[in-house]
């Protein structure tokens, strides 16, 4: 855990609670070795997801990529509401007035912005001046998470 913490940059408490979570949605596996919890990638086979997820997470990690850019991926779908832009940009061709994702999401005008802006960060939106576009992410990983958010 202590690793995991390091390589993100967490504090110990932040990073155990992230892996517990990840461990409770069936995408870790863990074994207590006295006041030691060792985590390794394992789908939980009864978690709709986690084997494929898992698979992409093998992926990028046999890719190279970092731990900074897979937590990036990882985080881009973790609010409800960015979940929800996903897929109201998805069932509407892709491409949306930033009025109308609020309209259909039920959130702020100030809320989605904050979303909208951790979205654009990871690549998994675009804006111009007048409408905000779905786009395929770059990484493997990131566009599995985006199938997953769409289809449930």
């Given at each position: 855990m202590t690793?995991?913490?390091d390589a993100v940059r967490l504090e110990l408490p932040t990073a155990s609670l992230?892996?517990?979570a990840l461990n409770a949605r069936g995408l870790l596996g863990a074994k207590r070795s006295g006041?030691?919890?060792y985590y390794r990638i394992a789908?939980?086979?009864s978690v709709q997801g986690a084997d494929v997820l898992v698979k992409a997470l093998r992926t990028a990690f046999e890719a190279g990529r970092t731990v900074e850019e897979i937590f990036r991926?990882?985080?881009?779908?973790t609010h409800p509401r960015r979940v929800d832009i996903v897929r109201a940009l998805r069932e509407r061709?892709?491409?949306?007035?930033?009025v109308d994702i609020r309209q259909a999401c039920g959130i702020s005008m100030r809320a989605l912005r904050r979303r909208l802006?951790?979205?654009e960060r990871r690549g998994i939106v675009s804006?111009?001046?007048?409408?905000?576009?779905?786009?395929?992410?770059?990484?493997?990983?990131?566009?599995?998470l985006l199938e997953m958010a769409c289809s449930r």
């Amino acid at each position: 855990m202590t690793q995991a913490a390091d390589a993100v940059r967490l504090e110990l408490p932040t990073a155990s609670l992230y892996l517990r979570a990840l461990n409770a949605r069936g995408l870790l596996g863990a074994k207590r070795s006295g006041r030691c919890v060792y985590y390794r990638i394992a789908p939980n086979p009864s978690v709709q997801g986690a084997d494929v997820l898992v698979k992409a997470l093998r992926t990028a990690f046999e890719a190279g990529r970092t731990v900074e850019e897979i937590f990036r991926d990882l985080t881009a779908f973790t609010h409800p509401r960015r979940v929800d832009i996903v897929r109201a940009l998805r069932e509407r061709d892709g491409m949306l007035y930033p009025v109308d994702i609020r309209q259909a999401c039920g959130i702020s005008m100030r809320a989605l912005r904050r979303r909208l802006a951790k979205l654009e960060r990871r690549g998994i939106v675009s804006r111009n001046a007048h409408r905000v576009k779905l786009r395929q992410p770059e990484s493997g990983l990131a566009c599995v998470l985006l199938e997953m958010a769409c289809s449930r």
